[in-house]
């Protein structure tokens, strides 16, 4: 079985574009997280879609948001880009999201 | 969801015995104690859940005394390949979903 997949792996942008990234869960799989590792903050839950609708958020701003589509792929945007949003983006998915959870490689952006 | 305290940085040889221990005071009665694993520039790995007592799979052991406040992640006869960095994360899936909350996490060293 395929795992995660991750697409691009590695994104270049400037101050002020916005940015969309793409996660392709196992299949079967109908929960999709996004995560936000920097080294200062280390591992941080964005949001989770499950069945097309957002289930869980976290404590990011509106710049971040993302969707689900009916075959559980997800995307995520983040408009505006600051210099602080240069991270590695990590997508994880789940059966349900009541279980394991499975990583993508990520997606490493860099905001210059 | 309960927080974790872990050690930040533990070193061991190759062929020892390496156990990583977390505290959870404030674990709810419904919450489950799960450990991942990841390397550098990839996402995190599922290694082992458990609720009481012992959980053991072909990679690692945890036990879990009976006042459920602190784990321990047993890793058996370590290899240069176990360098990474490990998590403990403790909440319920029930009411979350696929949210999952990560501490600063253990980083271990395993040395020839």
């Known amino acids: 079985k395929a795992g995660v997949t991750q697409t691009p792996r590695y994104l270049i942008k400037t101050r002020g574009q916005q940015v969309t990234l793409s996660c392709s869960p196992i299949?079967?799989?109908?929960?999709v997280s996004w995560y936000q590792q920097t080294p200062g903050q280390g591992l941080q839950f964005l949001f989770e879609y499950f069945s097309e609708t957002q289930r869980n958020k976290g404590n990011f701003p509106g710049r971040f948001s993302g969707r689900q589509f009916s075959n559980s792929r997800s995307e995520m945007n983040v408009s505006t880009l600051e210099l602080g949003d240069s991270a590695l983006y990590l997508c994880?998915?789940?059966?349900?999201?009541?279980?394991?959870?499975?990583f993508g490689p990520g997606t490493r952006l860099t905001v210059l | 969801l309960a927080k974790t305290t872990q050690p930040i940085s533990m070193d061991s040889y190759e062929g020892q015995e390496v156990n990583i221990t977390c505290s959870h005071n404030?674990?709810?009665?419904?919450?489950?104690i799960t450990w991942y694993q990841q390397f550098p520039s990839q996402g995190p790995r599922f290694i082992i859940q458990?609720?009481?007592t012992k959980v053991t799979n072909e990679v690692a052991s945890l036990f879990i005394p009976a006042d459920r406040k602190s784990s321990t992640l047993s890793l058996p006869r370590v290899s240069l390949s176990d360098t990474a960095v490990y998590y403990c994360l403790v909440g319920t899936g029930d009411n979350q979903g696929g949210k999952l909350i990560f501490g600063q996490g253990t980083e271990l060293s395993v040395k020839p």
């Open positions: 994880a998915s789940s059966l349900t999201g009541h279980n394991e959870q499975f």
């Open positions: 404030n674990i709810a009665t419904n919450d489950y």
């Open positions: 299949s079967g799989h109908r929960s």
């Open positions: 458990g609720y009481k």
